[in-house]
């Protein structure tokens, strides 16, 4: 890792349903990111906010069951284009969600000038849908799908090349909620994903010790991409769709701090902070403390 952060706000509330997400940034600011990062000797660049459009009426879905899917377009080409700029300036591109369809920018994003760039997807969900296998219409179940290259055209071709990833660059971490068509697509690409059968099994500590090893595995970065909802809900409330039985605080910091250890990450994004269903920012606040390890803080 470099010694400069820009970060990146990303008030994206319309890849899903519940309204308050769009203040993910605000609260995230306000946890202490930008302080807590300085006092561990980084040079931090905070650029502001994506701009976001407003639909007339939320939530309306296009034929091909995608909602608000022109606003969620445009808002992911302004953030591919704010995070390749960010990286062409020799910094590491920290965003912050909004929900979780915002990945489609920031991969579009970090993948340009990458062959192989290697993904974590820690998230109690796959989001791997299209608009043909999404329950909901929701874009923020379809980052992961839409970064592989499959569903809507105009999400796809966002940055100008699809797909992305590849599927074996990629593994997932936390899944605890799949949908019939993510799983048939995990076994069709042979997706690596460490369920929590595989967390309570083998220990965090051994499945980010193999995690870490198959997403370098011949890539050229790794890009971070931490839902909050992969959390236990007893952790972090503040999420739209929360699942219980997740790891824990404690699990998810080990998590990040052996990722600081093997200093592979070169660029990441903590998602779907909704202060509206939050307790007294706890979410955010754990968000900010996951920041801090994930970037080498240490107690002594
Ligand atoms: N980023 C998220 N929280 N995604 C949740 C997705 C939930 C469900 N699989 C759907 O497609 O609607
Ligand atoms: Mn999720
Ligand atoms: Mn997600």
């Not at 296009?62 to 969620?72: A, G, I, Q, R, T």
């Not at 969900?125 to 299209?130: E, Q």
């Not at 997740?246 to 990450?265: S, W």
């Amino acid at each position: 890792m470099n010694k400069k952060i820009a970060i990146i706000g990303v008030p994206m509330d319309l890849g899903q349903m519940r309204r308050g997400v769009d203040m993910g940034p605000s609260v995230i600011r306000y946890a202490g990111v930008v302080e807590r990062l300085e006092a561990l000797g980084w040079q931090v660049e905070d650029r502001g906010d994506i701009q976001i459009g407003r639909p007339k009426r939320f939530d309306v879905k296009n034929e091909s069951n995608l909602k608000d899917l022109e606003e969620v377009v445009e808002a992911n080409r302004l953030l591919a284009e704010e995070t390749a700029e960010v990286i062409a300036d020799g910094s590491f591109p920290l965003i912050l969600g909004g929900d979780h369809s915002i990945a489609i920018g920031s991969l579009a994003g970090t993948a340009k000038d990458k062959e192989n760039l290697g993904v974590i997807w820690y998230d109690a969900h796959g989001d791997l849908n299209t608009g043909e296998t999404s329950p909901s219409g929701n874009i923020h179940g379809m980052p992961l799908a839409v970064s592989l290259g499959l569903g809507d055209k105009s999400l796809t071709e966002i940055g100008g090349f699809s797909p992305k990833v590849k599927p074996e660059n990629v593994v997932l971490i936390g899944a605890r909620s799949l949908d019939e068509g993510e799983r048939k697509l995990i076994r069709e690409k042979g997706i690596k994903v460490y369920t929590m059968h595989e967390i309570d099994r083998i220990g965090m500590p051994q499945v980010m010790e193999e995690a870490s090893e198959y997403v370098t595995n011949g890539t050229d970065g790794v890009h971070l991409s931490l839902d909050l909802d992969a959390l236990d809900p007893s952790d972090a409330p503040g999420v739209g769709t929360p699942v219980v039985g997740g790891p824990t605080y404690r699990e998810t910091h080990l998590a990040m701090e052996i990722l600081a250890e093997k200093n592979i990450v070169t660029s990441a994004e903590f998602v779907e902070v909704n202060p509206i269903l939050d307790m007294k920012n706890q979410t955010a606040e754990a968000a900010v403390a996951l920041i801090g390890s994930l970037f080498g803080e240490k107690l002594l």
